[in-house]
């Protein structure tokens, strides 16, 4: 069993339309993260939910919006989209919050990545 | 500001051969951690290795090992005995006391047979 799972893993749609990517972990972990990996390889941090409350809201468009329905859960909804989201987006969990002090255990485990290409 | 500077865009090693990825990371928090992933063709991202910055002894996982030189800053990668499918892309990343993970551009290793 997959631990980390998104889907879909590859996207190819218009711009302007409406997307989601789901994400689902079956790890029990309390706190779940999108990432968006750009064009350079660079890794960064969009949203960040534990226990289904919003932790990391990073400066990303409000046409970015995460949901989590329970806390195995958290969705990417990605309205009006443009040519600029074209990237890979990494779902990922941690059975901590993030390691505040360096004292959680460090592993994020991260989904397959879903490949995200606006035409 | 915190930073993560990875100074190696891309490697060659011969196959069997040891290889340390370089990592330098820039904070002025106490408490930190410092984290390798593998990042294969196929794209998955695979957690290598872990380093708190309160540890006092080098994490070691296989054939992994952190060289965690915290005066310099420096959290080196190093493989012993290196593999063909040790190629791949190498990001090294810090987790920073406001849950933020800063990430490095990555090191693309190559294993020549």
């Known amino acids: 069993d997959t631990a980390v799972s998104q889907t879909p893993k590859y996207l190819v749609t218009q711009m302007g339309n409406d997307k989601s990517i789901k994400c689902e972990q079956n790890l029990g972990h309390d706190t779940m993260y999108w990432y968006k990996q750009d064009s350079k390889k660079f890794l960064k941090i969009m949203f960040s939910y534990n226990n289904k409350e919003l932790i990391i809201n990073e400066t990303v468009p409000n046409r970015f919006s995460p949901k989590s329905p329970d806390k195995a859960h958290l969705n990417l909804h990605i309205n009006s989209l443009e040519l600029g989201d074209s990237a890979v987006y990494f779902c990922?969990?941690?059975?901590?919050?993030?390691?505040?002090?360096?004292?959680?255990?460090?592993?994020?485990?991260f989904g397959e990545g879903s490949r995200l290409t606006v035409l | 500001a915190q930073k993560i500077t990875q100074t190696q865009p891309g490697m060659f090693v011969q196959e069997k051969e040891a290889v340390t990825l370089d990592c330098t990371y820039d904070?002025?928090?106490?408490?930190?951690?410092l984290f390798w992933y593998k990042q294969p063709s196929s794209g998955e991202m695979i957690f290598l290795i872990y380093q708190g910055s309160y540890d006092q002894q080098n994490a070691t996982e296989g054939r992994y090992s952190l060289n965690f030189q915290k005066a310099r800053k420096s959290a080196n990668l190093v493989i012993s005995a290196s593999q063909l499918g040790d190629s791949a892309m190498y990001f090294c990343a810090m987790e920073d006391s406001n849950y933020q993970l800063i990430w490095g551009a990555g090191t693309k290793l190559i294993i020549k047979p």
């Open positions: 904070t002025s928090d106490p408490s930190y951690g």
């Open positions: 990922a969990s941690s059975q901590d919050l993030p390691a505040s002090g360096g004292s959680g255990t460090g592993e994020l485990f």
